[in-house]
Each structure stands twice: as C-alpha cells, then as structure tokens.
C-alpha cells in the first residue's frame, strides 16, 4: 500500500535534510526550490514523502494552496526548537490555509521539533501549542544526528 506524508515548515528547518535521511540520500541538501517527491520503500511500505519549497510563510501557503488535492496520512509540521519564529511560522501557515479553504487534510499531524542537538547545546527549547495546529503528536529530533530507526517512527 502506498502512504502520502507532506513536510511543512519554513525556510531552513531541517525539512530536506530529514528527507534525505529517510531517502538515504547522502550528499547535504541546498534550499529547496520546487516540490520534491521523495519515494522511501521502509517497513513494508512505499511512502511518498512531499518535500514543499519556500522560505516564507507566504510561499509555502501559496505552493500547497496550488496542491491538487491529496490526502495525507500524516503530515509533519516542522520547526526549529531553537527558534521561535519558526513555530509562530506553522500556526500561521495553518491559519492562512483555512482562509484558502485548503485546511490541512491528513489522517495524522504530528508537530516535530528539529535540531534537538543544538537545543540540548544551546538550551533552548520552543514547545508547540498542539491545539492551535490540530495536531495529535509532538516529536522531537535530530534530523542530522538522530538514529535512522528514530527518524522511521515519523512514518505512519
Ligand atoms: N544542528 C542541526 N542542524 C540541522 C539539523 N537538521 C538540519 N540542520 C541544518 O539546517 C540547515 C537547513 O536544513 P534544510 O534541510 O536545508 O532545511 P529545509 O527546511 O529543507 O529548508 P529550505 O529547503 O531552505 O526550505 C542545514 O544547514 C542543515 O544542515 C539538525 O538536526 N541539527
Ligand atoms: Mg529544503
């Protein structure tokens, strides 16, 4: 069975690099400039994992607002525990994609905040208002340093 995951957050979050970990694609990620569908065979599935482009609020509502409709099994909301701007970013994409009408549609929302190694250096930790996102799950990682299988449970 194929399942459908997108990867939503601001510019530099970490969205690619947990991609290409997923991917096991090794060479690091530039700035994504158009969507990227990344095909992961893992646990017996084949996952489609929807990589959306933009580094600001706007683009990325737009990007998605442009979307045919899929529904996903799991969308991934991700931020920077580290910085705050970045998961004041997700409420607002999230508020800004009901005023389009495109209201996150996915069996499962899960808020994942990444660099934990550089929160755990920095101490620093932003944590997400679940109710403001929908969201059910709240994960945090680290998309560079975090063990594959850690990284396999953001899967549905
Ligand atoms: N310390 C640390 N840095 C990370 C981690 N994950 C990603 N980064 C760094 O964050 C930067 C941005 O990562 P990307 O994966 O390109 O981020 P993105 O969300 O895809 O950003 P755009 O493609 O620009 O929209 C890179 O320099 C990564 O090396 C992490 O877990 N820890
Ligand atoms: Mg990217």
Known sequence: MRKYVILLGIGGVGKTTLVYRLAG???PPAPTKRPGIYRVFAKGEWY???DV???YVNDIVDTVSRIIHIFFDRALLVYDLTRADTL???YEIAEKLCLYHKCLSAAEIWVVGNKRDLAARLGVEHKPDLSKLNAQRY???SAIYDPLERLMELLP
């Open 88 to 90: 004041y970013a997700l």
């Open 48 to 50: 489609y994992i929807l």
């Open 25 to 27: 694609i090794v060479n």
């Open 53 to 55: 482009p933009g580094q």
């Open 139 to 141: 994960v945090k990682i």
